[in-house]
């Protein structure tokens, strides 16, 4: 019987926001897993006592990004961690997006000012501000030429506690046919969902923001499977992949872009998909009882069908 750990967060006194979580561990011990899900950051947990862990929702880590590296090292070498440790490393960083984008991915463009370096602010289009390190839209906001004010005390603010800025162009299209998100699990195209605009004019960097607004399922074009396999592709080293989400906006040219590639904790959105369980149970468990090197994405199958 395998024993499995889903790495998660502490809400503390608010309820978890990973509605997902219960139903996967209910579902892994229904395969006949010895499934828990437990808190990344509680120093009483055994890690090396897990066959696999799986890192799920741990929502908190952009805050804490030197202490969650630092777990997910020393947990990854005691036990198989899904993903692999130096992708997660790699993943953390939005600077990947300079990497991807220098191999030949098509990607949401991005300029980068670490605390004591300038920002170069557009003056001719809207801008988004959001850190390198940071998940649910957590010190985002969409500005334009005129705000441009506001948008140095937003920098201000983020080099004040640490963050490295990153400073991209807003896509109108997202206004209009929203962003798309393609997972991947054990290699293969799980299901994709689309979700309407998240930064609203206006809406303060610091203020609460709904991540995944208006969230349908989405039959994804040929186009955003390919420039999902060229991402996956271009991961440094080839590496080992249980999971993977590719999210997609439309260029000014109507062509996908890459604007994130999540390979630390994304939100699977099973309760919107919830036929893709049993593939997400299976996956999990190959995973599992497989040797350390026994799992290995390589390139998704463009082919498969969503479910």
């Known amino acids: 019987m395998p024993r499995v750990a889903l790495a998660t967060y502490d809400p503390g006194a ?8 219960p139903v996967l561990v209910r579902a892994l011990r229904d395969a006949g897993a010895e499934a828990e899900a437990r808190y990344w950051d509680d120093p009483a947990v055994d890690w090396g006592g897990y066959d696999l862990v799986v890192i799920r929702s741990t929502w908190d880590y952009s805050w804490r990004a030197a202490e969650f590296t630092a777990w997910v090292e020393r947990t990854g070498s005691v036990t198989r961690l899904a993903n692999p440790a130096r992708v997660v490393r790699w993943n953390t960083d939005k600077r990947y997006l300079g ?55 937003h920098l201000a ?45 206006g809406t303060p960097y610091d203020a609460d923001k709904v991540a995944h607004p208006d969230l349908t399922r989405w039959q994804p074009t040929d186009a955003e499977l390919a420039l999902a396999e060229q991402a996956l592709a271009a991961v440094p080293g080839a590496p080992e992949l249980l999971y993977a989400r590719v999210d997609l906006v439309d260029g000014d040219d109507g062509e996908p872009r890459l604007m994130e590639l999540e390979l630390v904790e994304p939100n699977l959105f099973l309760w919107l998909h919830p036929d893709s369980l049993p ?11 497989r040797p350390a090197r026994g799992l290995r994405c390589g390139r998704p199958s463009a082919g498969a069908a969503p479910r």
Do not use: W
């Open 157 to 201: 603010r983020m080099h004040a506690e640490g963050f490295t800025a990153m400073v991209q162009p807003y896509m109108p299209g997202i206004d209009v046919r929203g962003e798309r998100a393609l997972q991947f699990f054990g290699g293969r195209l799980l299901h994709a969902s689309r979700k309407g605009a998240v930064l609203k004019p």
């Open 99 to 153: 990497e991807l984008a220098a191999a030949g991915v098509p990607t949401v463009p991005a300029r980068y000012a670490a605390p004591g370096e300038p920002a170069d602010l557009p003056d001719g289009h809207e801008f988004v501000i959001k850190p390198t390190s940071g998940a649910g839209a957590r010190f985002a906001a969409r500005y334009t030429p005129a705000e441009h004010e506001g948008a140095l005390r």
């Open 14 to 21: 608010e309820p978890g926001k990973d509605a997902d979580l």
């Open 279 to 289: 593939r997400v149970t299976e996956a999990i468990l190959a995973a599992a009882g």
